[in-house]
């Protein structure tokens, strides 16, 4: 069975990342590691590393994708929980055969990663993300 080795982030999407900044880097004191474009994602990611794991702040650069509606929606708040793994393909494999249903048929390959998500009627409600380092 796949292992889950740790939580490798916890997403919160935000409308303003300078915005959001001003809670999580400038009144909690957590450090901003970078600020990066993602275009396959359609967003701009802030990565604030804590201890092991860290905070993403997930901006949406577009009007179409599935992180920009929730904000649109919501205002913003908790996105989603990702887990780190060895092997993205097989976990989703591993997962479809216990009729899990997964947001895409492959791993989307990034560089340094590939990931997937869960869908959220699978796991009780939470978008659940999972990541494997390709390095
Ligand atoms: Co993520």
Not at 55 to 82: I, N, R, W, Y
Not at 92 to 120: C, D, Q, Y
Request: with cysteine.
């Amino acid at each position: 069975m796949a292992t889950m080795k740790k939580v490798n982030h916890i997403a919160v999407a935000v409308p303003d990342i300078e915005e959001a900044l001003k809670f999580w880097r400038d009144a909690m004191g957590i450090d901003v590691h970078h600020v990066e474009d993602v275009p396959s994602q359609k967003s701009k990611v802030a990565f604030l590393p804590v201890g092991d794991t860290e905070v993403e702040l997930v901006q949406p650069t577009s009007d179409d994708s599935g992180v920009a509606k929730f904000v649109a929606e919501k205002g913003g708040g908790m996105h989603h929980l990702c887990f780190e793994v060895d092997d993205c393909a097989a976990t989703m494999v591993e997962l479809k055969a216990k009729g899990i249903r997964l947001l895409s048929e492959e791993p989307n390959v990034l560089p340094g990663r590939k990931m997937a998500f869960i869908h959220p009627k699978s796991t009780g409600g939470v978008l659940v993300e999972l990541y494997e380092i390709t390095l």
